[in-house]
């Protein structure tokens, strides 16, 4: 792969931020053929028009996106503005394949897809999500499985103004995106936006989404002890701050997902979360904290740096929309810190309502992949 190119702007008018791009990019490398295109979604109505202006401009055929409250390109973010990112990869032939509108039961996919994924041992994808259709988790999880297990990375779209996906059209899509062959390589980690508080525990009795008992003894007796007795008798200071944290099994990062918690019964001690569990599973509480996530960040990216032999040629960053300048400020410290520790190379992508990582989708983290 030869060094991707990309621009980043924002302008009223989004036939000046287009512009704006186009001239950072500068001369087209005749050997892109994959465009990535975020716009925020002050500009979700014109992204028919965006799009095929960047088609027109750029003879490239092949596109993948979607639309952010915020997006991001290297060392910057950009939120309530209209706004556009745009990156264009250069590929080997045939190593690449998008897709668009898969159902529930993944049929069409397989029909379509499936043989190509097979002989070229496709197991990484980018893909984009509906964070209004109410079984994305379980797509997701099944898309991976229907790639041996494969590798996905991405996020939801998050949106005050509709909710569309660019698979070389715009659609609607459940989940579209790309499809890559074992051929690109490609550099993946996970950064949390949580810091854990108390040991592990095990749920004993649940139902559905309603934690019961944990550990055999009332969950919001364990809940309290957890986060203290400050929040515990002020619980209105509980929302957006404390979440549970489910541990990922056979994880050999300590990874978790973060979920928020949906409900506090007082009388009958119960908690309830904004995720199915059952009986066995184990959880542990987390809380949303600036400076414990920025420590996550730099050790995150210090060890990608530590594997790179060389550059970058490409990335995509997928951050959480409760991260970005919600949790570190309104002068992009999150991008700027990539750039940072990593260096000035081509990257862009959005703030998403969900991040795709693997087979799971997470909450108040960050995905960076790297093209290598």
Known sequence: ?????YGHAHAEQWQEAAEDCLTQIGDFNADANLGFLYVTDLLSKELPEILAYFKQYTDIEQWVG??????CGQ??????????AVMLGCFSENSFRVFTNIEEELKEFARTHQAWCDSKQAMFAVVHGDSQHDKISNLVYQLSEQLDEGFLVGGLTSSRHGYPQIANVVTDGKISGALFSSVVPVSIRLTQGCSVIGPRHQITECENNIIVKIDDRPALDVFFEDIGEKLADNLNKIAGHIFAALPIQGSDTGDY????LIGIDLKHKLVA???????GSTIMFAKRDADSAYED???MLTRLKNTLTEPPKGGLYYSCLGRGENLFGSDSQELKTIKRVLGDFPL?????????????????????????
């Open 348 to 372: 862009v992508g959005f703030f998403a309502n969900g991040e795709i990582y693997h087979q799971r989708l997470y909450g108040y983290t960050g995905v960076l992949t790297l093209f290598l």
């Open 257 to 260: 997902l973060v979920r928020n």
């Open 297 to 299: 960040l730099v050790k």
């Open 273 to 279: 979360i904004a995720e199915p569990i059952r009986p």
């Open 66 to 71: 979607t639309v952010g409250i915020g997006i």
């Open 75 to 84: 060392g910057k973010e950009y939120f309530d503005q209209p706004a556009i």
């Open 1 to 5: 792969m030869n060094a991707f190119q």
